[in-house]
Structures are given as C-alpha cells and as structure tokens.
C-alpha cells in the first residue's frame, strides 16, 4: 500500500472529494488570539483521518484569529486595506495546518489568490484539480484575492471550481443549524435538514449570503457539524454523526 492509499479499514465515504471551511477562531483554542498548536495538530489529525478514507480534501480556513477586516474596518481603517490584510491572515493560517499535515505524512499545498511565489503556489485552476487528483490536501488562502468578498464566498466558489460535491462547515460549539443560538437558548431547535432559502429567509447564520446563493445556484450541499467532536467529520463522511445538511 502506497502512502497515499486509504486504510483498508476505513469505512466507504459517503463523497469523493469535498470541502472543508473553518474559521480562523477555529485554530485560536483557549487563548483568544492566534495560534495554538495544539488545536492546529487536533484538527489536522481530523483531516488525516478523512484523508484516509480516500476522500479529496479542499480546505479554506478564515483570518478571525489574526485580523478580520470587517473589524478593522469598523475601527476607522479604510476598508480595502483591511480586508486584504485579513487575506493575508489566511495565509498565515493556512501556512500553519500545511505544516500539521505534513507532519502527519499527508502531502499538501498551500494555493493562494494573491501571488506570493516564496511562500505559495499561485490559483490555477487546472494544477490545483491535478493536485487533488493526487491526493494532496489543498488549502486555499487569501479568500478570493479581493476585498467585499468573506472566506466563506472564497470556500464556496472554490468548492464549485473544484468540483467538490459538497461543502462541510466545521464549527465551534455547535453541531449543526439551529433557529437560534444554543449556547444561549436552552429552547433552541436543531435542523437535520433545511433549505437554501429558508437559511436566506431566517438568517440562520450558516454562511454569508452570498456564498449560500452561490452554493444554491449550483446545488451544492453544505454539511454543518462541530469541530469539537473528536471524529466527527470522519463519521458524518461515514454515514454517522450529528450535522445538518443545507440544500434544495
């Protein structure tokens, strides 16, 4: 068995190649800003145990734990000067989990839309599907390359672009979609299942508006769960788990 086949063991998953969207707050653990190795290593190990199975693995990952642009923006900073520097956030970020997986022996590349050639490969469509093809995790950085545009549009026109078949939002603290926030409502209603537009019509806080029409428009599935759940995106790619599914 070659290094990039999956383990026999590995149960069937349920898509072939898929991607993963995390925030940048994902990575900060405990301490409340930046990064915390231990958490990179938490989740790259989730990674792997996907990539095990065979399944391609797109990721994006968020700038929150460094800078987020819409913050900057509010403290007075013009506003595309902020967002790119959240763009640049996500580079740091994504620069962080390549060095996690490849730790873990997993092959991996770090795909940017802002040319920084030392650092990261340039966007080009066709190479990053060959890299996939491969079975090298890409993780995409530096959001769309322009400013107005969150990472979660940037992870749902990739997702699209890659021909993945569905989008998994790994969140904190919550395992799926909810009516209102259960951190603060003991009444709160989970979804199994809930539609593009009533995500739109309620608000129901899953992705920005624009990547959810994005992924509507295109009938791509978005598959909520938590990232706290050791195996979790492992499981709901097994056909177990609790997530909610986004679509139709």
Known sequence: MTAD?????????TFNRVMLKISGEALM??????????????IAQEVKSVHDMGVEICMVIGGGNVFRGLQG?????????ADYMGMLATVMNALAMQSALEGLGVFCRVITAIRMDEVAEP???RRAVRHLEKKRVCIFAAGTGNPYFTTDTAAALRANEMACEAIFMGKNGVDGVYDKDPR????????????????????????????IALAR???LPIVVFSLDEPGGFRGILGGTGTCTVVGG
């Open 123 to 125: 966007y080009i469509r």
């Open 184 to 211: 603060a409502h003991d009444d709160a209603k989970r979804y199994d299942k809930v539609s593009f537009d009533e995500v739109l019509a309620k608000n129901l806080k899953v992705m920005d508006a624009s990547a």
């Open 217 to 219: 428009d295109n009938n």
């Open 29 to 42: 653990g405990d301490q409340g800003f930046g990064l915390h190795p231990p958490t990179v290593q938490r």
């Open 5 to 13: 086949a999956p383990a026999s063991d590995a149960p069937k998953a």
């Open 73 to 81: 923006s509010a403290q007075g900073m013009e506003r595309t000067t």
